[in-house]
């Protein structure tokens, strides 16, 4: 049996959900139709410093949001399937596409859309308060809630496990 160490060295493309995970589930709406949603700059500086060591991030989430979109956009993620309520599809596509084994990818979710996902990829791995059942057959369960440094504990364990989490930090010494 591997470690999550080893399992963590192998990956290449992190996927996150975003409604529970990059953000912590609320959405807000105003009386003209607008709306709200907080993301974590941890998890941000997280993402970004992932990129930078080599990790491709993405996202699939079953909603349409031009607030995620342009998040991400921020954040220099390109790889963003929005309104994938069978999220299958959308990993198929990603692994194909980049021309990766279903061990190299992790996955962060939350929610039962999450678990067919989460079954089938190199680390699975669920947010604190996620719902029970999926915690049960998650690889792994992360520290902080969704939307409260669930996504950068994540890009931090992949980093430390591929060595390059010191030397992404020790950049800002200087």
């Known amino acids: 049996m591997t470690t999550l160490q080893q399992r963590a060295a192998l990956i290449k493309l992190v996927i ?14 105003s009386d003209d139709g607008r709306e709200f949603k907080a993301f974590n700059s941890l998890d941000g500086q997280g993402i970004k410093l992932l990129q930078q060591s080599g990790v491709q991030v993405a996202i699939i989430t079953a909603r349409n949001s031009p607030l995620v979109a342009r998040r991400m956009t921020e954040l220099g993620v390109t790889l963003v ?27 962060l979710g939350d929610d039962l859309p999450d678990l067919p996902l989460m079954r089938r ?39 430390q496990a591929q060595g390059t989490w010191l030397p992404a930090c020790e950049k800002y010494l200087v």
């Not at 996150?16 to 995970?21: E, P, Q, T």
């Not at 399937?81 to 061990?103: H, I, M, P, V």
């Not at 308060?129 to 890009?155: F, I, L, N, P």
């Open 121 to 159: 990829v190199g680390l699975g791995i669920a947010v604190s308060d996620a719902c029970h059942y999926v915690v049960q057959h998650a690889d792994h369960v992360t520290q902080a809630a969704g939307g409260k440094g669930a996504a950068r504990e994540v890009c931090e364990l992949i980093m």
């Open 16 to 29: 996150f959900d975003v409604d529970g995970v990059l953000t912590d589930r609320k959405i807000y709406f």
């Open 81 to 107: 399937y929005q309104g994938y309520a069978d999220k299958r599809s959308a990993l198929n596509e990603l692994a194909q596409t980049l021309s990766l084994s279903l061990n190299q990818i992790a996955y």
